[in-house]
């Protein structure tokens, strides 16, 4: 009997390193793996974090950096790539360069310029080098802070689906606009989902957790849609199912500690 082969849906984390476990590449690693999907990195950057904080940010080498994405994307077929924390001009450029060589597909950028607890995580001057990426990409998921500093412009819950538009037409690129740093009261959640090739406006929905275990969403959101994306769902059922899995990880992980600060959603709902 002839051993036929079936491959990983694999996708590759590009992205940075949390310390402390909650965010960043581990962050990607648990979410990909939970979602069913196998999950390859490539790290930008280590950062000395824990639950309360980030205290160091360690640039990753940019020989090495183009060395660990020629490593994985030469040898693995992807069938998404998620992109995190890219702290420098020079680093978005190998990235971008290397995606393009190796024809990579479904990229979805999550722009990481602040973390939870409040720290810079980019330079100034690479604000502009990721605003030049972003049509070079297939999604972004931006929340609100990121948003606003993309397009210089306050964003309240009455002009999401306005402000969404504007950043898909601005970069040309389709845009999950993230409504949870919007401090309406409201018991329901709403994402904001625009599609730039058909103009399209999706609203997402799902119950608002009363809880301080958030640190790492954005990291989870943005790789557990690559990770339904490697599995072969179109862009919408993978953005509708990452936003309930992530949901779900925050209701599992409300009622569980870890560190001082901000703890983690509970990625295997465990």
């Not at 995190?84 to 290397?98: A, D, N, T």
């Not at 190796?102 to 330079?123: E, F, Q, W």
């Not at 990121?146 to 040309?172: H, P």
């Not at 275990?213 to 862009?235: D, K, R, W, Y």
């Amino acid at each position: 009997m002839e051993n036929i082969k079936t491959p990983y849906d694999s996708v590759l984390s590009i992205a940075g390193s949390d310390s402390g476990g909650c965010a960043g590449i581990q962050a990607d690693i648990k979410s990909i793996s939970a979602c069913g999907a196998f999950a390859a990195t490539v790290i930008t950057a280590t950062t000395a974090q824990n639950t309360s904080g980030v205290t160091d940010i360690h640039a990753i080498p940019i020989p090495h950096l183009e060395k660990q994405l020629d490593a994985v994307l030469s040898d693995i077929k992807f069938g998404a790539v998620k992109i995190g924390m890219l702290h420098s001009c020079e680093v978005i450029e190998v990235v971008q360069k290397k995606l393009g060589e190796y024809n990579s597909r479904n990229i979805v950028l999550d722009p990481v310029m602040v973390s939870t607890s409040g720290h810079k995580l980019i330079a100034d001057d690479a604000i502009a080098c990721l605003k030049d990426f972003l049509p070079h990409v297939d999604l972004i998921t931006p929340n609100i802070p990121e948003a606003e500093l993309l397009i210089d412009e306050k964003i309240d819950c009455e002009n999401m689906e306005e402000m969404a538009k504007k950043i898909g037409e601005q970069f040309k690129v389709s845009v999950l606009l993230k409504g949870g740093h919007i401090d309406n009261n409201n018991i329901v959640m709403t994402d904001v989902f625009y599609v730039h090739e058909t103009k399209e406006v999706n609203i997402i929905t799902n119950p608002r957790v009363n809880t301080q275990n958030v640190h790492g969403t954005g990291c989870s959101l943005s790789s557990s849609i690559a990770a339904f994306l490697s599995l072969g769902e179109p862009m919408k059922v993978a953005i509708r199912n990452g936003c309930n899995y992530v949901n779900q990880a925050i209701i599992a992980g409300q009622h569980k500690t870890l560190g001082l600060g901000n703890g983690p959603i509970n990625h295997f709902g465990l």
